[in-house]
């Protein structure tokens, strides 16, 4: 099947997720996820862990403690929010959704690589391919990916994964209808 960049979204369903980790080479701990079609939000979800049964270093545990909010566990460890997630993946997978995080590594990537890995012999075709990199699209549209923008009140707060996940999601559909609108400018000029 072929996409369009203006089908994202509508025609196409987007999952936008994001995954709070223990530092940006920790283990996952939590992650979010919105799904936007038709131009709405249909399904969002969030699956948890505690913090302290995800890998990683001292002073990485200390900047979540500070940053992240607390996030209610549903899942025993860092293996079953994997597994959560990945379920709800390969549903909007098989409804033809496509996969996007805000900036893809090294965090969400660490994150899609070692839900593979869970299950490489099942699982190794079935990752996000492509997985859209929204960082890449604000770009193209010439907007700053690393600017500071305001959030909806549904965003809020920064670093829930689910709020970050909305916001990212509005980022690119935002971003997408400002590049469509920049190529019907330029073919009324042509």
Request: aromatic content about 10%; some cysteine; hydrophobic content about 40%.
């Amino acid at each position: 099947m072929s996409i369009q960049l203006h089908q994202i979204g509508q025609l196409v369903p987007l999952m936008s997720f994001d995954v709070e980790s223990c530092g940006l080479y920790g283990e996952g701990f939590a992650v979010g996820y919105v799904v936007i079609w038709h131009g709405k939000e249909v399904e969002s979800g969030c699956f948890s862990s505690p913090l302290h049964m995800a890998s990683g270093v001292i002073e990485d545990r200390e900047w979540v403690a500070k940053n992240v909010p607390e996030i209610e566990s549903d899942s025993p460890d860092p293996f079953m929010v994997r597994e959560k997630f990945w379920h709800r993946w390969m549903f909007w997978k098989n409804n033809g959704a496509v996969l996007a995080a805000d900036c893809g590594w090294p965090v969400e990537s660490r994150f899609l690589s070692l839900c593979v890995d869970d299950l490489q012999s099942d699982r190794k075709w079935d990752g996000p391919y492509p997985l859209i990199e929204i960082s890449s699209i604000l770009i193209s549209a010439g907007i700053d990916p690393l600017g500071k923008f305001d959030r909806l009140e549904s965003e809020i707060p920064v670093h829930n994964p689910v709020c970050d996940a909305r916001q990212s999601a509005r980022l690119m559909i935002d971003a997408i209808k400002k590049l469509v609108d920049l190529q019907q400018k330029a073919a009324t000029l042509a």
